[in-house]
């Protein structure tokens, strides 16, 4: 027992010139004292600043604070109490004054009766008061740990304890926390966040760096305090930073010096060897441990837990505390002084042991990057080649291929499997060039091959021929050969054997995309039925909800909306039943446009945000490209142009060629904006470059393209009135609708029939304008079509006033849907009607309109029917009829759309 007190113990800590605020974590404690609870623990490893926060807001809490610095000598437990009371008196100097004799006496009375007594003296203090106990790690007794437990159980309602520790003490933490006693910040709280480092680097390390550097050295530290403290040491005199900073790991001899000191060397040796030996590890679990270390005197979970509650720079990975890793730093030194005391032989024996755990428990990429650690080639390249399949079929052949590509090609040009599977993983990611490539060194291999290098199935090896003749079929197809399709798809289809009906399905599969590409999509999407019931049979469900978006693709450029809404929802139950949700962003997304065409924007949206959540972790290689189409095609409806062009773009830059032709190529959609825009002559800059005409032999691989010219060929006509530009479109127009009748394609039908509308409108034929018109929306009606005629803007809302007006005295069942697509235009803009507007000749003097007259222009302008109009003007029908006649008449046009677009001709509107 000590005859005097060490008062320096006894002291708060002085804050530190310069000291980061830490706000954020104060009113954490503030919090803690303002809801009444009794106990404050910050626990963390060393250097996590716990002190110097602590020290910062003791001093500004507003109540009287009794400090405790505790060290090695306080695990006796009188001592403890001595020093406990010492703390005490600092605020209420009589207190234990009893407690002390009683201490020193021969034969003192258990802790529990000190303790009772000192409590009973510690509720006299009249004020709210907090007890820190610094640096309590440094206790290793049960002793004062009843004690404390004791002490906390019966705390004074008055007294507010607080602990700071670098490992979590043998106290009722559980119990305080249920009871909501507890405040508690750790290793997630204390570090530093980007602001409080970039603040810490320059205010108080006075560096100089740049944004970049400062986030860089941050995550590298991962909010370490201590961390980022030698770093900064370390660099003052150095003048390239970024270098450094990229350099900077635990061996840095610093931070060396530092761990070494402040956790290696505390440790007892088991943890010391379980530390180093687990290093290897980029993640732990106990029974990983246990297979590493083949120690059956040391339990891995058990190890794991210890040095988590010892806060030995462990981070829990899962809410179970199952899996864990190293902090960065800390995993560097360890791994530093494992090859220092450690063969590389033993180091090896590590890694493949990690390595076969990982293989038994179907994680193949930690066992392939275990096993590439100890080069290993041949074990890496068996389980590439073991994996490849499974992988093939959930749409994670890129991630293989960047493990496939650390493989020496030496190791990589012996093996045929190891090749095709290339071949294919290439395939898949749009990469024909280089599928292509590996395929031939494939066929090399096969007609030589070295029999101990193939470790693969006698049936696998036989199907090599067949495989790679699918994946040329692919290729060809991406690459526009269609002739070559056929041929690789039909030799895949003879040399499979009879019983392998999945890759025969896989090559009539491919070999229907031809059919797509030259309008026949009856065909396709029977072939394409016919390879999702397959795979479906085969129990590959991930690939049948997969081609489930390919089919509703085909059926959405058919025209076949309501159907392709069945297959979205049969797939989406698919998935749910089979757990593959995962792979549906491309199926929300899908089905959220096709919502949106239809008008059904509020189910539009939901599945449009679903598909970008799910497409966080979307593997398919084509996602990128589908997002941010889908996102131009929204902005474009939203007349947010320059946003959906810079969206094209990106769509441009992440597009992968595919299976799937290219029919709406990028270029001709920005087109489209830009006559949107009137920017004819960026328009006309791509047509340039385009090579196509409009007087070629339609065709549907082109068709898109081709109508783009066509609309550019009518804003021509607006400017130079010759009207050539009208013939040649009215002729393509006709030979493309020819073939998409002939094909059976809906949607195409509609959007050639629109251009047609606009043509002959051009040409001053309304009436036959207004039929191309009412055919088109003949065609839509049954399915819903919306934004198809909606988004053509303000020169078709005048066309289908048109239409309504002819139909409007039958009971036709188009009324009601002119109706709905009227409600959906916006009301247009000046300039909207500028560019609406087709030039026509100048007429001659036109008489003058009646008051009246002009009275009814402006209501037909505004969409009324004859009768809405008597109805508002309180005339008769027949007077309406009158006073449209002479409106025509004195405008010299035919009907009302013609009249109100010549109308604002003149200013008349």
Known sequence: MPTSILATKLYIPPARPQLVPRLRLIERLNEGLSLGRQFTITSAPAGFGKTTLVSEWVTSCGRPVAWLSLDEGDNDPTQFLIYLVAALQTIAPNIGEGVLGVMQSPQPPSIESILTTLLNEITTIPDNFVLVLDDYHLTDSKAVDNALTFLLKHLPPQMHLVITTREDPQLPLARLRSRDQLTELRVADLRFTSSEAAEFIKQVMGLNLSTEDIAALEARTEGWIAGLQLAAISMQGHQDTTSFIKSFTGTHHFVLDYLVEEVLHQQPENIHKFLLHTSILDRLCGPLCDSVLLDPSTSGQNTLEYIEQANLFIVPLDNERRWYRYHHLFADL????????????????????????????????????????????????????SSWLSMDETFQTGTWLGW???????????????????????????????????????????????????????????????????????????????????????????MALPDDEFLKAQASAILSCTYWASGELDKVYAFMSSWVDAVQQADNFAFAVAASFAKADILIA?????????????????????????????????????????????????????????????????????????????????????????????????????????????????????????????????????????????????????????????????????????????KLLEGQLKLAQKQNRLRSQIEILVLQAFALQAKGESAQAISSLEKALSLAEPEGYLRIFVNEGEFLRLLIL???????????????????????????????????????????????????????????????????????????????????LRIFAKLQTRSRTEAVARARELGLL
């Open 558 to 730: 058919q025209g076949r909306l309501r159907d392709a809404i069945q297959v979205y929802q049969t797939a989406f139950k698919l998935a749910t039943t089979h757990g593959v949700e995962t792979i549906t962003a491309h199926h929300h997304l899908g089905f959220g446009m096709l919502n949106h065409e239809i008008g059904e924007e509020e189910r539009a949206a939901q599945h449009v945000q679903k598909s970008f959540d799910l497409g966080r972790h979307n593997t398919i290689v084509d996602w990128a490209y589908r997002k941010a189409l889908a996102q131009a095609l929204l902005k474009e409806s939203e007349g947010d142009y320059d946003t959906a062009l810079d969206l094209l773009d990106d769509a441009q830059r992440y597009y992968v060629r595919t299976l799937i032709p290219n029919l709406r190529p990028v270029d001709a959609m920005k087109s489209r904006i830009y006559l949107k825009q009137d920017r004819l002559d960026k328009a006309q800059a791509w047509a340039a470059k385009s090579g196509l005409s409009l007087l070629e032999t339609p065709d549907y691989l082109h068709e898109f393209e081709r109508l783009t010219l066509a609309k550019i060929a009518l804003a021509e006509y607006q400017h130079d009135q010759n009207e050539q530009h009208i013939l040649d479109v009215l």
């Open 334 to 385: 360890l791994r530093q002084r494992l090859g220092q005391s450690h063969t590389p032989e033993e180091i090896a024996q590590y890694h493949l042991r990690a390595s076969e755990w990982f293989e038994q428990n179907g994680d193949i990429g930690e066992a392939f990057h275990h096993a590439i650690a100890v080069v290993d080639f041949e074990r890496a390249a068996r389980l590439l080649e």
């Open 404 to 494: 496939v590509n650390q493989l020496p090609l030496i190791v990589r040009q012996v093996r045929p499997v190891l090749l095709t599977q290339m071949g294919w993983s290439y395939m898949n990611a749009g990469n024909a060039e280089a599928s292509e490539s590996s395929l031939k060194d494939a066929e090399a291999c096969l007609k030589n091959p070295i029999e101990d290098l193939i470790i693969v199935e006698a049936e696998q090896f036989r199907a090599l021929p067949v495989r790679i003749a699918i994946a040329r079929a692919y290729n060809a197809q991406v690459l526009n050969r269609f002739a070559d399709t056929v041929k690789f798809a039909v030799m895949a289809q003879d």
């Open 802 to 884: 048109g239409v309504r007006s002819a139909i409007e005295k039958s009971p036709y069942f188009l009324f009601g849907y002119v109706e709905k697509l009227l409600a959906e235009f916006p009301q247009p803009t000046e300039l909207q009607i500028q560019k609406s507007k087709f030039e026509n000749p100048k007429p001659e003097q036109i008489d003058h309109l009646s008051n009246r007259e002009l009275e009814v222009l402006r209501l037909i302008a505004q969409g009324l029917s004859n009768d809405e109009i008597t109805q508002k003007l309180f005339v008769a029908l027949s007077t309406i009829k009158g006073h449209n």
